[in-house]
C-alpha cells in the first residue's frame, strides 16, 4: 500500500435527490464544494434548500465533465444508484480521486479494493443511516458489553416511516420499485442459534417493540457477514439486521405481496403506489434505528443495551436526507483530514472511530439515545 494521495479539500457531491441534505452544507461550510445535478438549475435549488448557495458551486452532470474537472486529491461523493457507483469509482481510480458513498460494498466494488490501496486512493461505502450508523452502533455495543459471557442476541432494525401514519401504513420516499425489488431478495439470519433463509422477507415479519411502540420487523439481506465485521465473539441466540415498519404493515401490504413475483407487473404495480402512496412535501418523514444486544447466562440475563434513533424531519429538511447525508460527510472529512487510510472502507470499523462519528451526529442533529440494563443516558457521544 502506497502513501495516502493528499486530499485537496476539494469535494464534487454528485445527486441532489431526496438524500442529500444538510451534510452537504456542513462540507461546504469547510471545504471547495462542486454539487453535481442533472441540470444547474436543480442543483441550484438543492443549494438553496440546503442552505449553501453562497459556498458550493453549481454544475450539470456528465462523466466527462467530471473526469475534466477532477484533480488528484479531490473526493467524490456519489448519491446516485448504486448501479452508478463502478463506473465513478473506474473514474477516481483513473483520476487519482478518493471516493465515497453511503450504498452497500458490492462484490465488484470490493474487487477493486487492491487498486486504489496500490495508488493511495480511498474507497469510502456503507456511510450513511442504513448501512452506516447501524454499524456504529453495533461496534457501541459490543464494546459496551466488555467481558460479560453468555450467549448473544443481537438485532438491528431500521426504516423510513411516515411521521403520521395512514392507512397503507407507508409512504414512498425513494423508487416503489426498488422498494419492491428490496422484497424480492431472499434473507439470511441466525434465529435460535440457527442460520435460517427466507426467500419472502415479508413472511418472517414479527411484532416488535421499540421504545415502547409498536412496530413490525423482517430481515433484510444477509445478515451474516456482519457477525465477524462487528466482532461478535458469543455464541448466537440470534443475529439478525433487518427493516422496521409501522404496526399493520403487512395487512395493509397484503395485495402487494402476490405480484412480486411477476416481472410483468412489477413496474405497473410500482407506478400504481408511487401515485397512490407519495412522501410529498405536505408530509414530514420519520426514521427509526434500533440496534440491541442481550447476553444471558443459565441464570438469565447479564448485560443488555440498546441504541435508539427516532427522528422526525421538519420542513427543511427530511429525517432521512439529515441521516444520510450527514454521517457521509462524517466519512468525508475524515478523508478531507488524511484520517482514513488508503484502501476500501465500511463506515467506521472499530469503536474508538464510531464514538467519534457519533459525537459529529450528535454535534449536528442525528442523536442516538442509549438504554442499558444498568443505566440510561441520551449522549451523542454515546458514551457509555
Not at 71 to 82: E, F, I, K, T
Not at 199 to 215: C, Y
Not at 242 to 254: K, Y
Request: net charge negative; charged share 25%.
Amino acid at each position: 500500500m502506497t502513501d495516502l494521495v493528499p486530499p485537496t479539500g476539494r469535494v464534487h457531491w454528485i445527486g441532489a435527490g431526496l438524500s442529500t441534505g444538510s451534510g452537504l452544507r456542513l462540507l461546504a461550510e469547510l471545504h471547495e464544494v462542486v454539487l453535481w445535478a442533472r441540470t444547474v438549475d436543480r442543483a441550484e435549488r438543492c443549494l438553496a434548500k440546503v442552505g449553501a448557495t453562497a459556498s458550493a458551486t453549481p454544475r450539470a452532470f456528465d462523466h466527462d465533465a467530471l473526469s475534466a474537472a477532477l484533480r488528484p486529491g479531490d473526493v467524490v461523493v456519489s448519491m446516485l444508484p448504486a448501479t452508478e457507483h463502478l463506473a465513478l469509482i473506474r473514474l477516481c481510480l483513473d483520476r487519482s480521486a478518493h471516493f465515497a458513498c453511503s450504498s452497500y460494498l458490492s462484490d465488484d466494488i470490493a474487487a477493486l479494493e487492491p487498486a486504489a490501496a496500490e495508488r493511495g486512493l480511498v474507497i469510502l461505502t456503507e456511510a450513511g443511516l442504513d448501512p452506516g450508523i447501524d454499524h456504529l452502533l453495533a461496534h457501541r455495543l459490543v464494546a459496551e458489553a466488555g467481558d460479560v459471557e453468555g450467549t448473544a442476541a443481537f438485532t438491528s432494525y431500521c426504516g423510513g416511516l411516515p411521521a403520521v401514519p395512514n392507512e397503507f401504513r407507508y409512504r414512498f420516499s425513494w423508487a416503489p420499485r426498488s422498494v419492491l425489488t428490496a422484497l424480492r431478495t431472499p434473507a439470511r439470519y441466525v434465529d435460535h442459534g440457527q442460520t435460517v433463509t427466507v426467500d419472502h422477507p415479508w413472511e418472517a415479519t414479527r411484532a416488535h417493540s421499540i421504545g415502547g411502540e409498536k412496530f413490525e420487523t423482517y430481515p433484510n439481506r444477509d445478515s451474516v457477514p456482519f457477525i465477524e465485521r462487528y466482532r461478535m465473539r458469543w455464541p448466537l441466540e440470534t443475529f439478525v439486521r433487518g427493516t422496521v415498519r409501522l404496526d399493520g404493515w403487512l395487512d395493509a401490504w397484503a395485495d402487494v405481496f402476490p405480484v412480486l413475483a411477476d416481472d410483468s407487473r412489477l413496474d405497473a404495480v410500482a407506478a400504481d403506489l408511487a401515485r397512490t402512496h407519495p412522501m410529498t412535501e405536505e408530509d414530514l418523514d420519520r426514521v427509526i434505528l434500533s440496534v440491541a444486544l442481550r447476553v444471558s447466562g443459565e441464570d438469565g440475563p447479564r448485560w443488555s443495551g440498546e441504541y435508539l434513533l427516532d427522528l422526525t424531519g421538519d420542513r427543511t429538511e427530511t429525517a432521512m436526507a439529515r441521516t444520510v447525508s450527514v454521517t457521509l460527510a462524517c466519512g468525508v472529512v475524515d478523508v478531507l483530514t488524511g484520517a482514513t487510510t488508503p484502501g476500501l472502507h465500511c463506515a467506521a470499523e472499530d469503536d474508538e472511530t464510531a464514538t467519534r462519528w457519533l459525537a459529529f451526529l450528535g454535534e449536528h442533529g442525528v442523536v442516538c439515545e442509549f438504554r442499558s440494563s444498568d443505566h440510561v443516558s441520551s449522549p451523542g457521544s454515546a458514551a457509555g
